[in-house]
């Protein structure tokens, strides 16, 4: 069985290690602080007879020392977000070290059990999530790391060689994805809706965009209404358009103006310059490409009807992800043995999980969030339902 004590304790420990204004864990990806968890984690396993090394991405694998054979992992990442929650990420990354426990005699197939950690899974300080994951998987460019940078302009392979220099006790390893037969993620839900441990099917893929709209700087007293072309309330028009369009699409498609940027920005001056960023997210392709038809069109109309210049500019994209239905039909099925509600779901939210299920078969399993939003220090999940996930990614590596 699961140790529930232990992993409390050891979630109590991460939490400790750095802290928001808010009171949330507050690791942003490459710090110094995420490079102290990861320490930490490393230290945890090594007492668990793994052996812990860093690869080139910053990720952390912990292996038994001397296999070399087939293997089956398991983890999530520590990085987080400002002011974050206790269990995301962390939760994962605990667990892991739980199912390596488990299933340390091997699993019925003969696979030995490892964790792995990905490192800078957060989107906040360098905005692009899932680094670790993705410079793993190939699709994202270890160059494409000087082009990203923090609020500080400190670029992400910066960062990523001071965090690599923080933990220069840990050996470089190369990661081992020939002999990975399965993977595993538990994560915090990130929807209160769940209520019941999800057994995640379905991954979606943010798209990304950054509208600009140029009209004219005029004096706020002087110009008459019927005379502006002003770009903030064109931008308005937008922002309720893309409500619109998201609308009408099932529910799992959804659409966010997150950011605004605005010149010349002066209270006396109309709006010349507006840039809105724009993130489209769902699971089903036809629904995104119907939503990103209807955003363009709407972007059109409005720039036509208020003579504002409009571009349109793709900043990322990506296709929705399948997990292994084998993997999902096996925790289905062990779910049912045990008597552990659960249900078949889908995340909005990216995960390490969609990214590694292109190197190796992947399972990824969400807890019953409680306590409020996932993503604030308010963020909590019962013990007994941390245990269940925990059972059910056992049986489930068990097989593979």
Sequence with gaps: MVDGARIGARLQELWQIARGPGGGAD????????????????????????APGLDEHGNLWALPAGWEGPLVTSGSHLDTVPDGGRYDGALGTVL????????????ATGARPGLLVCAAEEAPRFGAGTIGSRLLAGTLAPAALSELRDADGTTAAQALSQYRSALTELPAVA?????????????????????????????????????????????SGEVTMEDRRDALAAAGEVVLAVERAARAEPRETVATVGTLALAPGALSVIPAHVRLGLDARGIDSTSLARLDAAIRAAVAEIAARRGI?????R??????????????????????????????????????????????????????????????????????EIADAALLAVDVLDTV
């Design 27 to 50: 690791r942003p990806a490459y710090s110094s602080a995420e490079a102290e968890a990861i320490a930490l984690v490393a230290r945890w396993a090594r007492e668990a007879d793994l």
């Design 175 to 219: 990661p081992p994805i020939a002999r990975l037969r399965a993977h595993a993620e538990i994560h915090i839900a990130q929807r209160r809706a769940l209520r019941e441990i999800g057994v995640v099917t379905r991954v979606a893929s943010p798209q990304r965009m950054e509208i600009e709209l140029v009209g004219d700087a005029g004096h």
């Design 96 to 107: 892991g070290l739980e199912l390596a426990h488990e299933l340390r005699r091997g699993t």
């Design 315 to 384: 900043l990322r994209t990506g296709e929705p992800v399948t997990l292994d239905g084998r993997l999902a039909g096996a925790a289905l099925d062990a779910a049912r043995r045990r008597g552990i509600a659960t249900c078949e779901t889908w995340s909005g939210a990216g995960h390490d999980a969609q990214h590694l299920a292109a190197l190796t078969p992947t399972l990824l399993l969400f807890v019953p969030l409680h306590g409020g939003e996932s993503h604030t220090p308010l963020e909590d999940a019962a013990e007994r």
């Design 309 to 313: 210049e409009a571009q349109i500019r």
